[in-house]
């Protein structure tokens, strides 16, 4: 199966809220993770990263959290705008000579006006 | 910078018909990648590759080739196309294995 998904499929949130992501791995020698936005009919787009020697990276309104404890990443999105709905994907990367990148199936954040 | 361009952007193939997805980038990236993309569904590793004559398979290999003789391009062959071919097929490219990959706008295949 998957080793990478996301908790929630779908998120709908009203425009200037912050929305929060959720991802579970099941890698534990996975030693980055990136999340990306794939907006329709496009490819996927870099949002931030993440190595698993930092436990929260901050980016232009986004915050990627990681916990590695119980293996789960987060993606917060500050004060959410209408242009940030898309489908959201983390992926993660096992790191030594496997360069491979897994993604979850991804949740789509919908943004209401 | 085109960054990661990918030819052609649609395409209908008839059962058995082969046909090759063009993938160039101008980074100057090591690493290329192939994926593809069912509809609701993430994206699944076909092939990649690590440098210019070199390449591996991914999750999804069966029914595709691929070669890379340069290091700009990244060629991914269809052979006796399938019905369950019919995806999203993306291209990207990194600089070292384990950083960001920027991807390609997408290649829609349908197999009739």
């Known amino acids: 199966g998957e080793s990478v998904g996301l908790h929630l499929p779908t998120l709908s949130v009203q425009e200037g809220d912050n929305s929060i992501i959720n991802c579970a791995y099941s890698n534990s020698a996975s030693d980055y993770f990136i999340w990306y936005k794939q907006e329709s009919g496009k490819g996927p787009q870099f949002i931030i990263d993440?190595?698993?020697?930092?436990d929260k990276r901050q980016g232009q309104r986004v915050t990627v959290l990681l916990n590695k404890t119980v293996k789960h990443l987060s993606l917060q999105i500050a004060a959410t705008q209408p242009g940030d709905s898309a489908v959201y994907f983390c992926?993660?990367?096992?790191?030594?000579?496997?360069?491979?990148?897994?993604f979850g199936k991804g949740t789509l954040l919908t943004v209401n006006p | 910078n085109a960054g990661v361009t990918q030819t052609p952007k649609f395409r209908i193939l008839k059962i058995g018909q082969s046909m090759t997805l063009q993938c160039t980038q101008d980074?100057?990236?090591?690493?290329m990648y192939w994926y593809r993309q069912d509809p609701g569904m993430g994206l699944k590793l076909i092939y990649y590759s690590v440098g210019a004559g070199i390449t591996d398979k991914g999750e999804v290999p069966n029914g595709y080739n691929v070669s890379r003789s340069t290091t700009e391009d990244f060629p991914l062959r269809l052979e006796l196309a399938a019905p369950s071919q019919t995806s999203v097929y993306f291209c990207a490219s990194s600089y070292f294995g384990n950083t960001e990959a920027f991807f390609g706008q997408g290649t829609r295949l349908t197999v009739v």
């Open positions: 993440i190595r698993s020697n930092m």
């Open positions: 980074m100057n990236h090591n690493y």
């Open positions: 992926a993660e990367n096992s790191g030594g000579s496997n360069y491979k990148l897994t």
